[in-house]
């Protein structure tokens, strides 16, 4: 069999287990889980900092820096209530003397703490988005994480195992580990979190869904590499400002893709491209559209990563347009975090509002439209209808119209 009928495959055959699942039992069970009317007050011992040492963003383009977590979000042996790390080269990584986690890259133990940390920003940075605990799509608090599951060029998510895990590779006799990728941890970390919200995209046979789920990954890149102070003062640096300029926040995982095309260990149903949010890419018919085109890196295909650049290209024009429209009244420092923010909650709001089953891109750009006029009375309505329009996904008639149904509703 083909990858495309692997992937049907398993993709009946998880709906037919949770056919065959008591799937209310499990509703009510993640509900009396996550629900609590008041937080317990934390104990003495989870109060304080924790510092760890990881690679503000892609691997292999500058040193490791220290930064800090709470020490509630990080216990001896690298767990916390919602995260877990299983490794299967080596023991979990213990605190030094003063409780920190200092671990050089080349050990296992870094490459530990670098994926804990960034598992846990992620989710953390979504739950202030939703100003809510999110729970995982399974029944348990906690997913495990393991940062050498074998070897190969690329890193997944699997609902079924509970599990994110990272490959290892070779390319020109430099070892690469994609659990020293920011970019790789946060995207993997965010197909679990969008699995939590709506879990039946990742069910889907339908290219909407499935290139969302890809898109949410880089734009959580994106979004989690603009909360870290030393990559923002960089890219101002090499932008002077202008977010439109080509700038290695835009591109994921850079450097660790590009090692990755020099090597033939892929992964199956994993495909690897140089993914760069700030691109040109236009809507085409899907008929018109081949499964994988001639110049994947720049040409649009079928393949749900390729497909994916489309709405990722949308979402970072809207990420700039809010920037620029920020920068009238505000310094540039000021006015990324601002905008980073106002994205950061629309999207999940989007998420929230939006469809639960088959949708395509233009349904999304609805909900991203509808996020807005809830959660900003549709001040960016605007760079949104121009931004989706631009890129043909959907029309500023369709948008304005759209537009006008919201405004027809009642209020509650």
């Known amino acids: 069999m083909d990858s495309q009928t692997v992937a049907a495959v398993n993709r009946l055959r998880r709906l037919q287990e949770q056919n065959l699942s008591n799937i209310p039992a499990m509703i009510a069970q993640r509900a009396l889980g996550t629900f609590t009317l008041q937080e317990d007050a934390p104990s003495e011992e989870s109060l304080g900092e924790v510092r760890v040492l990881v690679y503000p963003q892609d691997p292999f383009i500058g040193e490791p820096e220290v930064r800090i977590m709470q020490k509630r979000d990080i216990r001896p042996g690298l767990v916390n209530s919602?995260?877990?790390?299983?490794?299967?080269?080596?023991?979990?990584?213990?605190p030094d003397e003063d409780g920190n986690y200092l671990y050089w890259p080349d050990t296992p133990e870094f490459d530990q703490v670098n994926c804990f940390y960034y598992t846990t920003f992620t989710l953390r940075m979504y739950e202030r988005y939703a100003q809510r605990e999110l729970p995982w799509s399974f029944p348990l608090p906690r997913i495990d994480v393991d940062p050498h599951i074998g070897n190969g060029a690329n890193a997944f998510y699997s609902e079924q195992d509970r599990l994110i895990g990272f490959y290892s590779f070779e390319a020109n006799g430099q070892s690469f580990n994609a659990a020293q990728s920011a970019d790789v941890i946060s995207h993997?970390?965010?197909?679990?979190?969008?699995?939590?919200?709506?879990?039946?995209?990742?069910?889907?046979?339908?290219?909407?869904?499935?290139?969302?789920?890809?898109?949410?990954?880089?734009?959580?890149?994106?979004?989690?590499?603009?909360?870290?102070?030393?990559?923002?003062?960089?890219v101002?640096?090499?932008?002077?400002?202008?977010?439109?300029?080509?700038?290695?926040?835009?591109?994921?995982?850079e450097y660790l893709q590009q090692s990755a095309q020099q090597v033939q260990e892929h992964v199956e149903e994993h495909t690897v491209y140089l993914r760069n949010a700030l691109n040109t890419l236009k809507h085409m018919p899907f008929d018109a559209l081949p499964y994988i085109p001639p110049n994947p890196e720049t040409e649009l295909g079928r393949e749900s990563h390729n497909y994916s650049r489309l709405f990722t290209g949308a979402f970072y024009d809207i990420l700039a347009g809010v920037y620029d429209h920020l920068r009238k009244k505000a310094q540039p420092r000021i006015a990324i975090h601002r905008a980073r923010d106002i994205v950061g909650h629309m999207v999940v709001c989007a998420i929230e509002l939006g469809p639960v089953g088959e949708f395509d891109f233009s349904d999304m750009a609805k909900a991203f439209l509808a996020a807005d006029y809830v959660l900003y009375k549709g001040q960016y309505a605007d760079i949104l209808s121009q931004v989706f329009d631009g890129r043909g996904i959907l029309a500023k008639a369709d948008a304005e119209k759209f537009l006008s149904s919201l405004k027809q509703l009642p209020d509650l």
Request: net charge negative; charged share 25%.
């Open 82 to 94: 919602r995260v877990r790390i299983r490794d299967s080269r080596a023991n979990p990584a213990q």
């Open 188 to 234: 993997e970390t965010a197909h679990a979190v969008l699995d939590g919200l709506r879990d039946l995209h990742n069910e889907s046979f339908g290219l909407g869904p499935s290139a969302f789920h890809e898109s949410f990954g880089d734009m959580t890149s994106v979004l989690v590499a603009l909360h870290d102070d030393s990559l923002i003062t960089r």
């Open 236 to 253: 101002l640096n090499v932008t002077q400002g202008d977010l439109r300029i080509d700038n290695f926040i835009a591109a994921i995982a």
